[in-house]
C-alpha cells in the first residue's frame, strides 16, 4: 500500500493549513519558508511540524524539474509559474513517481493546479481542507514519540517524560 503524503505551497499555508492537524506527512521546498518569514504564527506551526517530523523541508531533484518543466512548456503554461511553484510541482511528481507516495498537492493557485493535472497528479484546493473542523486532542510525548489518545496525565508512563498535546482531527476523512 502507498504512504498518503501532501505537498503544500505557500498559498496553502497562508490560507491556513497546519500541517501539525493533518493526518498524514506533508512536504514543502525550504523557498516557503522564506516567503513566510521566521515569525509569527505561521511560523510556530511550520516550526512544530518539522520538529515533530509532520513536515519535511525537501529539494526535489533536477531530474524532476526537468520533467516539470518540460511538460509545462509542452502544454504552453512554463511562463505562468515561478521558480518555486515548479519545484513545488516537481517535489510532488517525485514522490508520487519515484517513491510511490499517494501524494496531494494543496494550494489555491490555479497553475500550479492545473500544471498538477497535467502532470497526472492530485491536487486539492485550500476550501477543502477547511470544511472539517471537529479536532480534538491527543497528548504527545517528544522523547519516544508515543502517542496518548485518551490519556489524562501530563507524564508519558513509558518513559517519564512530560507530553504535549495536539491538535488533531476526530473523523477518518483524508484531511
Ligand atoms: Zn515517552
Redesign the pocket.
Known amino acids: 500500500m502507498s504512504k498518503k503524503g501532501y505537498v503544500l505551497d505557500t498559498t496553502a499555508i497562508i490560507q491556513g493549513v497546519d500541517p501539525n492537524s493533518l493526518k498524514c506527512e506533508s512536504f514543502t521546498i525550504r523557498e516557503l519558508l522564506d516567503e513566510i518569514g521566521e515569525i509569527g504564527k505561521r511560523w510556530i506551526r511550520i516550526k512544530t511540524a518539522m520538529m515533530l517530523g509532520k513536515l519535511t523541508i525537501r529539494e526535489p531533484s533536477i531530474r524532476s524539474r526537468e520533467k516539470v518543466e518540460q511538460a509545462a512548456r509542452d502544454y504552453g503554461v512554463y511562463n505562468k509559474l515561478s521558480t518555486p511553484d515548479i519545484k513545488i510541482l516537481a517535489l510532488g511528481y517525485e514522490l508520487h513517481n519515484e517513491e510511490s507516495y499517494d501524494i496531494e498537492i494543496i494550494s489555491d493557485d490555479y497553475d500550479i493546479q492545473n500544471t498538477a493535472a497535467l502532470l497526472s497528479l492530485k491536487y486539492i484546493s485550500v476550501g477543502v481542507t477547511k470544511i472539517r473542523k471537529t479536532f480534538t486532542y491527543i497528548k504527545y510525548?517528544s522523547?519516544?514519540?508515543?502517542r496518548y489518545d485518551k490519556y489524562k496525565g501530563t507524564i508519558?508512563p513509558?518513559?517519564?517524560?512530560r507530553l504535549i498535546s495536539l491538535k488533531q482531527l476526530v473523523n477518518k476523512e483524508p484531511l
Open positions: 510525548c522523547a519516544c514519540r508515543r508519558c513509558v518513559c517519564g517524560h
